[in-house]
């Protein structure tokens, strides 16, 4: 059907549009509201990296918004886990670039919980259609004098004839020497689309617990639990047998769910993050080159990788809705 003579502006069927916070630690930061006309919603933050702090299906929710709230890049602090004071976490938190993971000292240099680029703002940042989908494009500079030269040039792709969309990261190093870089996609599932009876799928060949507390209960690393008070957080690497890297978590009451597709041999660290809290109730479904274990003990285990001088590599995560 041809519906251009039915609507006065596209925007009645699909579109983005773009908005300013007021208030709070969020205040004057850029939003753009994407709505693809089929039940897919999410959220493109310009001033954190273009990552997606809301994402949602039909009117529900799908991620965790974290105690933070919006919170604008000038409140990072870089000292350690303070990172964790400016974790929005939404549906989609990037670490990386420099570092993700524990606060260690590698080679000399002192990297702070997850790095830095998540409280980036993004440059250059505009939206197109192409075809039959809605494009944010954004580049993220993780750069400095005397040190790092390396660029996120991302492009978020939502479809307007599915409920999907792919995230599309091109990193660069415009420096003259090789540098380590780590990138791992923070996906954060949140109520309603997370409790107690949601179904978890991660058709993995191997799974390994990050430490002796997530070994306890390996058994249960896929069954959800209700908030519970004084939770410790469990860390599980999913090790799959080939690329096909896939996660899924849906939710039967609701009718919804949401998968991640993903190249793991590529993106070949894996993280289930569980963490059944109260208010920090949150399962984090997360794909990586890495594991958040610290920039040094990568390098160690020779899972650390890097970019030489000109070097660019792609990386692609795509997310479809569900309905169950």
């Known amino acids: 059907m ?12 699909f579109g983005i549009e773009e908005h300013r916070l007021v208030g709070g630690k969020g205040d004057g930061m850029r ?11 999410l959220t493109v933050s310009p001033d954190r990296n273009c990552d997606i702090p809301r994402l949602r299906y039909k009117g529900i929710n799908m991620s965790y918004f974290s105690p933070c709230g919006y919170v604008a890049p000038a ?8 990172w964790l004071g400016s974790f929005t976490a939404g549906y989609l938190t990037t670490c990386g670039l420099q570092a993700v993971g524990s606060p260690c000292k590698d080679e000399g240099e002192e990297l702070p919980l997850h790095g830095s680029i998540a409280n980036l703002p993004s440059e250059h940042v505009y939206w197109v259609q ?31 004839v599915e409920n999907s969309f ?14 380590p870089m780590e990138i791992l996609y923070h996906m954060n599932m949140g109520y309603p689309l997370l409790d107690e009876d949601s179904l978890v799928e ?18 249960n690393c896929l069954k959800m639990e209700q908030p519970t008070p004084g ?23 609701l009718g919804v769910g949401l998968q ?35 920039r040094d003990v990568m390098r160690r285990i020779g899972m650390l990788k890097f970019l030489s001088p000109g070097e660019s590599k792609t990386y692609e995560v795509k997310v479809t809705l569900l309905d169950v």
């Not at 041809?2 to 069927?13: C, F, I, K, R, T």
């Not at 792919?166 to 540098?179: A, Q, S």
Request: charged share 30%; hydrophobic share 35%; with cysteine.
């Open 2 to 13: 041809n519906w251009s003579a039915y609507v006065g502006h596209e925007s009645q069927l």
């Open 166 to 179: 792919r995230i599309v990261d091109r990193i660069e190093n415009t420096g003259d020497r090789t540098e």
């Open 231 to 253: 939770y410790q957080e469990r860390c599980y690497y999913h090790v799959f047998a080939d690329e096909k890297g896939l996660a899924r978590i849906t939710q039967p009451k």
């Open 202 to 219: 991660i058709p993995a060949a191997q799974v390994n617990p990050r430490d002796e507390h997530a070994a306890e209960d390996i058994a």
């Open 260 to 294: 991640i597709e993903f190249d793991a041999k590529e993106l070949d660290g894996f993280v289930e993050w569980k963490m059944m809290g109260v208010r920090d109730y949150v399962l984090g479904l997360e794909c990586g080159n890495c594991y958040p274990d610290g």
């Open 130 to 160: 192409e075809g039959d989908e809605l494009v944010v494009c954004g580049v993220t500079k993780d750069e400095t004098i005397f040190g790092r030269k390396l660029r996120l040039n991302r492009q978020i792709r939502v479809s307007l």
């Open 75 to 82: 409140y990072y602090d870089n000292v350690g886990s303070n």
């Open 31 to 41: 939003l753009m509201e994407v709505n693809n006309g089929k039940g897919l919603e």
